[in-house]
């Protein structure tokens, strides 16, 4: 550890994980750094740095590497932090950046209200691994999509137009066409598109079984239309503990689905939705949006209210309306997720009916 003094009191750790070195800087409860170093970014050499210090509150940023490394530390004995990447940036723009730099920051920001970073619960180890399988579906349906559409775009280059159908059906409605008359490699794509479907229907199988076994509350979820499989084990496995919110309707702002706001006097523009919270989740909650809002789509007061939301018109409503459905459902299945209540797909607009 270079730049070594005796640290007075409990001392505060930031360390910026890269991917083979991290950089480490230490300050004591005085704000003077009393060391700094570089360490492999694997359980031995984070160890190595750390043990010395004991009780002491360690600040990381978000990445790659945070979930293990947090685990890690936690069960060391040490006081973890794991920091918002956008709260950090908002905090420290500056012309000057590198790691060193980053480290020592984390620490500072650590030491003086650990707050002001927005810290960052991370998931289990056994919820993580079971997140992977929705990753990897994720990828998977991508991929098919991508080569779908190449595909499409290759024919229709040459004269050509393929047979319109979803990507799911894609491989069946072209396995006994002219193929190679068409383009060359025509028929290769349309036996990965197939053998890419089989391993998608394999994983669907096993997210069946994972939520049947592990993740009961999912079959609660399914209740409300447009929550599949895929859809109910993502919210579960991404909030984790339902007792995080004290409210069911904060659930939509830590998704990202609420818009945001930058009030200054009179002026209180309309802005996008913040985006922030977990992506994965938020497409598949827009999704299921969609559905309710589409022609399959049943009557229920969570489609009555994105219609009504598409009838203000203006540009783009169709799209805005499925946002506020999609926050709308994320409220609801966290609200049947806590209280166990069976869903009522008119819920409120009988009373509303009736009082009118």
């Known amino acids: 550890m270079t730049e070594h003094s005796k640290a007075r009191g409990r001392v505060t750790i930031g360390i910026d994980l890269g991917d083979r070195q991290s950089d480490v800087c230490v300050v004591d409860d005085q704000g003077a750094v009393v060391g ?30 945070s979930p293990w490394v947090s685990r890690l530390l936690a069960g060391l004995g040490h006081e973890l932090i794991v920091a918002n990447p956008r709260r950090v940036r908002r905090i420290a723009e500056q012309e000057d950046k590198s790691d060193r730099i980053d480290a020592e920051l984390l620490a500072r920001l650590g030491r003086a209200d650990p707050q002001l970073l927005r810290p960052i619960q991370h998931r289990g180890e056994q919820v993580q691994r079971d997140r992977a399988l929705l990753r990897v579906r994720d990828g998977l ?105 004290a ?41 299921a949006a969609h ?17 009504r939301v598409k009838q203000r018109g203006g540009r783009a409503a169709t799209k805005r309306a499925a946002v506020a459905v999609a926050r709308k459902l994320a409220v609801l299945l966290h609200r049947l997720w806590v209280t166990g209540a069976p869903y009522e797909p008119l819920y409120g607009v009988a009373s509303a009916t009736a009082a009118a």
């Open 141 to 245: 349906v991508r991929t098919r999509t991508a080569l779908v559409v190449q595909a499409r775009g290759l024919a229709k280059a040459l004269g050509h137009r393929l047979p319109r159908c979803d990507a799911q059906a894609f491989a069946t409605r072209l396995a006994c066409a002219e193929g190679e008359e068409l383009f060359p490699g025509l028929a290769t794509l349309v036996a990965v598109v197939a053998e890419v479907s089989r391993q998608i229907k394999a994983l669907d199988r096993t997210i069946e079984q994972v939520s049947r076994a592990r993740y009961p509350a999912t079959a609660r979820l399914r209740q409300v239309p447009g929550v599949g499989p895929i859809t109910a084990l993502t919210f579960v496995v991404t909030l984790e503990d339902p007792a995080r919110f």
């Open 247 to 287: 409210k069911s309707r904060s659930v939509g702002a830590y998704l990202g689905l609420r818009p945001k706001r930058y009030q200054s006097g009179h002026a209180d523009p309309a802005l996008h939705i913040s985006k922030a919270g977990d992506p994965y989740l938020r497409r598949t909650l827009v999704q």
């Open 36 to 65: 700094r170093t570089q360490a492999a970014t694997t359980e031995r050499g984070l160890t190595t740095v750390v043990k010395r210090y004991v009780g002491a509150r360690v600040v990381v940023e978000v990445g790659t590497h």
């Open 291 to 307: 559905y309710i809002l589409g022609h399959h789509g049943p009557d229920t007061a969570l489609r009555r209210f994105g219609e």
